[in-house]
């Protein structure tokens, strides 16, 4: 499979402050990337879907001011968490995708004091 | 809505052992159908998968037949070994194939030599 990473792999940051996450896909280039978030012993939960160099759509209940994403190429995207609270704690994964092919990265865990 | 249901974990086994994860499913429609696998430290990857009524995917010892009229996707090994410890997603897939994933909660297994 597809070689994705995040970066960082673990961050924690005071509350009021933004968090930038980067996902790259090393050997593959994707047209849509999905943004999950994991709760502790819950499933993974779409936040949203971005298309290269389109705006993303955002799944109901997510504030698309508070979760930027941009996905300016076909090997990265990134998601801004901003003016994050505690209640923002959570495990941030990317899923890069691109005709029927889907790969998921290792995670980021945020932590919000 | 759509949704999926996997039996809660964790699920200790001896090697050799056989094993059972139950996943049901709601949804409308005609959904693809996945596990997925993730090892500590690593991102999700896709175990096998099913894409209509009655289709049995394998892969790894694993399997797990698509069964319609119980709304079901168990997976099942026949004798398990230390290194499938993980944990196991169930998924389903919008049946328009957008990509967008639906995830159980996710089972942890732990086999003991």
């Known amino acids: 499979g597809a070689v994705v990473s995040q970066h960082p792999s673990r961050v924690i940051c005071k509350s009021g402050t933004s968090v930038k996450i980067e996902c790259r896909s090393l050997?593959?280039?994707?047209?849509?990337m999905f943004w999950y978030r994991q709760f502790p012993k819950q499933s993974l939960m779409l936040m949203a879907t971005?298309?290269?160099?389109?705006?993303?759509?955002?799944e109901q209940g997510v504030e698309k001011d508070k979760f930027l994403i941009n996905h300016a190429s076909l090997t990265l995207s990134t998601l801004t968490v901003t003016s994050a609270h505690p209640e923002d704690s959570s495990f941030y994964i990317c899923?890069?995708?691109?005709?029927?092919?889907?790969?998921f990265g290792p995670g980021t865990r945020l932590t919000v004091l | 809505g759509n949704s999926v249901t996997q039996m809660e974990g964790p699920v200790t086994l001896s090697e050799e052992a056989f094993l059972t994860i139950n996943c049901t499913y709601t949804?409308?429609?005609?959904?693809?159908l996945f596990w997925y696998v993730q090892y500590p430290g690593e991102g999700l990857q896709l175990l096998l998968k099913?894409?209509?009524?009655?289709d049995k995917g394998s892969n790894k010892g694993f399997e797990a037949t698509y069964r319609k009229e119980t709304t079901s996707f168990h997976l099942e090994k026949g004798s398990v070994q230390v290194s499938d410890s993980a944990v196991y997603f169930c998924?389903?897939?919008?049946?328009?194939?957008?990509?967008?994933?639906?995830f159980g909660q996710g089972t942890t297994l732990q086999v003991k030599p």
């Open positions: 971005s298309n290269e160099g389109s705006k993303a759509t955002y």
């Open positions: 949804a409308t429609g005609y959904p693809s």
């Open positions: 899923s890069p995708s691109s005709y029927n092919e889907q790969f």
């Open positions: 998924a389903l897939g919008s049946s328009s194939n957008t990509g967008k994933l639906i």
């Open positions: 050997d593959f280039q994707a047209t849509t």
């Open positions: 099913a894409t209509k009524a009655d």
